[in-house]
Antibody, heavy 117, light 107 residues
Framework: QVQLQESGPGLVKPSEPLSLTCTVSGGSISSYYWSWIRQPAGKGLEWIGR???????NYNSSLKSRVTMSVDTSKNQFSLKLSSVTAADTAVYYCARTHRGGSLDYWGQGTLVTVSS | DIQMTQSPSSLSASVGDRVTITCQAS??????LNWYQQKPGKAPKLLIYDASNLETGVPSRFSGSGSGTDFTFTISSLQPEDIATYFCQQYDNLPFTFGPGTKVDIK
């Protein structure tokens, strides 16, 4: 059974970068796309972007200038970096496997990131 | 970006009732439409993919239909454990986009 686990700081200061890592267990990171999605408290879901195991990326244009994703196949991990954060970036951040083109079939439990000084 | 709308935004129904949620895309997405269930404090769970295919292990009381711009999600007999928010998601075009969600509770 594939499992995903997000890790990273729960508190980030405004204007600093947000960095999260997703560790995949129970399966290989190879030959799949892996996505990041976020959800502000009480609100809907926003797809941030995806990375293929080869390192190819697609980002949401709403965040594109601030997002960088990377993958480390040797560790079965992929990462998200969001630069210059503001309070509007406060959300639960999820990582998920992207299957069949766009179905998010396995999700991490989510990690709350709060942007505050 | 493709905009997704859902209706209703919330509903209350009795155990055993048939529940229907609709999702509309701002342009033709053929059948590239998924449905997710999210319980409070939990990650979303994929229930239906490609508009009408039941994900492995999902109870058969859940179903989906539609193509083009109009889609329907149905719970044939509402159970107490179905209390959740349901989201549709398109993946015809990047970025993937989600509907705003429909909150389902028990009357």
């Amino acid at each position: 059974q594939v499992q995903l686990q997000e890790s990273g700081p729960g508190l980030v200061k405004p204007s600093e970068p947000l960095s999260l890592t997703c560790t995949v267990s129970g399966g290989s990171i190879s030959s799949y796309y892996w996505s990041w999605i976020r959800q502000p408290a009480g609100k809907g879901l926003e797809w941030i972007g995806r990375i293929y195991s080869s390192g190819s990326t697609n980002y949401n244009s709403s965040l594109k200038s601030r997002v960088t994703m990377s993958v480390d196949t040797s560790k079965n991990q992929f990462s998200l970096k969001l630069s210059s954060v503001t309070a509007a970036d406060t959300a639960v951040y999820y990582c998920a496997r992207t299957h069949r083109g766009g179905s998010l079939d396995y999700w991490g439990q989510g990690t709350l990131v709060t942007v505050s000084s | 970006d493709i905009q997704m709308t859902q209706s209703p935004s919330s509903l209350s129904a009795s155990v055993g009732d048939r529940v229907t949620i609709t999702c509309q895309a701002s342009q033709d997405i053929t059948n590239y439409l998924n449905w997710y269930q999210q319980k409070p404090g939990k990650a979303p769970k994929l229930l239906i993919y490609d508009a009408s295919n039941l994900e492995t292990g999902v109870p058969s009381r859940f179903s989906g239909s539609g193509s083009g711009t109009d889609f329907t999600f149905t719970i044939s007999s509402l159970q107490p454990e179905d209390i959740a928010t349901y989201f549709c998601q398109q993946y015809d075009n990047l970025p993937f986009t989600f509907g705003p969600g429909t909150k389902v509770d028990i009357k």
